[in-house]
């Protein structure tokens, strides 16, 4: 974590079953990296722990298409100014091709239903989450 900030580069966090041990590791560092917790599914709550330590980014994949899923419920909390949309193909595809191989095409499907949880239109998620990822990743693009 300290090696990514110091060099300016954004660290991308997988955590699962792990939320206390990866924010003791974020709280203890010296300075903080821009990071995506990817593949977020996590709560509100977990939403405001993580906001605690810092202000980052909340990668929101084909999870948010499933039936049972919570995480339409937890996008007004992250909010899309710190949303980025994934896909984790080959897995996790969205509604309605879950269960076969997920692809980059279905990125919509997603960004479709982000837009439904926040009253937006599909073009503004689609322009505040990719202007996200270039912040992310400083790309000039």
Do not use: M
Not at 81 to 108: C, M, Q, W
């Amino acid at each position: 974590v300290d090696w990514a900030a110091s060099r300016d580069l954004p660290v991308i966090i997988h955590c699962r079953d792990g939320l206390d041990d990866t924010l003791d590791v974020l709280a203890s560092a010296k300075q903080l990296p821009k990071a995506v917790f990817h593949s977020f599914g996590g709560t509100a709550e977990d939403v405001e722990r993580i906001r605690e330590i810092g202000d980052f980014y909340f990668g929101i994949n084909g999870i948010v298409t499933f039936k049972n899923s919570k995480l339409r419920d937890v996008l007004p909390v992250i909010g899309l100014d710190r949303t980025v949309l994934e896909t984790d193909a080959p897995y996790l595809a969205p509604v309605p091709h879950r269960g076969k191989r997920n692809e980059s095409a279905f990125i919509i499907h997603t960004a479709a239903h982000v837009a439904s949880a926040l009253q937006l239109s599909i073009e503004e998620v689609s322009d505040v989450t990719s202007n996200n990822a270039k912040t992310i990743f400083n790309l000039d693009i």
